[in-house]
DNA sequence: AAAAAGTCTATAAATAAAGTAGACTTTATA
DNA sequence: TATAAAGTCTACTTTATTTATAGACTTTTT
């Protein structure tokens, strides 16, 4: 059930462009690197990736850089995880993206499958109605609340 | 947000115990193994761990084998899956058993997090909810249906 | 032309997953 | 009490995946 580094860092790459470039250029790939403590060469990699699959944009030479390629409200955890890590499912006989049949009997009567179909969907739920938009704006509040807190103890 | 070999194997051994041994003997691996098209050798190890978790009794020699520690309704997925896989969190900062500071300024802020949190809640809401006897009465449920299917159909 | 950026491909290193082997112990029963 | 049927334990091998690194290359701006 574990999400791997790649998909860790991938999400907060994506995260970080959703909440900086707000419409301003490009952002470069060492200045997210160095924020979120990413190796460089490996974070080139999964941007890459990411640009491949369409989720990107990115643009070469002196003040290059990426940036979403589309608005961040149309952007889902779900879509940028998939990319990164492959399905949600946590067994392939009830994955809708890449969906393998299992070895048992009879899938409709599988007691296993139907516990795990319950995962996958609460999952995918979560993960699809995620935007960029939203978890970017739910970090704002976040920490509009901690300064708050922090003004008052002051 | 794959389940591991040894997690699906396990929770299908465990599923086919609750089924069948209700009250009845203690049931072999290699029943297990051939029914669910395990490895003899992987499944036993598997075993050993779930005993040593104090989910599963054996008795060696003949007529011995394995059956349940507890009674089918107090065994959940969540405890088996944990035993075999480690955390249901996607990530250690969100997990309960296995909690581990992330890298990020702060925490409470971190967006990722916050829908990390809602992922691991909405599985460890399923999986520790799920207990063997339910999952094997939803089959038996699954199967009589299917039966009167092919019932109507002949 | 030079510098700043991304691109691409290969490969290394580390870790985890999956499976195998074999010697050993326990227990019923013939 | 010998034997066969079961589980126990430990170590190892193999394979796959994950994580990371290296370096040559291309694009673009100034």
Redo the contacts with the bound molecule.
Sequence with gaps: MKL????E?GLKAMIELASRAAGRG?????DIAQHEQ??V??L??I??TL??AGLLH?????????HLARPATEITLGQIVRVL??PLAPIRCVSQMAYERCVCEDEKTCGLRLAMLDVRNAIADILDSATLAEVAARQKKAEAHAHRRARRKA
């Design positions: 791997s580094k790649r998909g860092y490009a952002v470069q790939i060492k990413i190796p060469k490996f080139e990699q941007m890459v640009k491949n990115s643009k070469a030479g002196v003040g290059g850089g990426y890590d492959g």
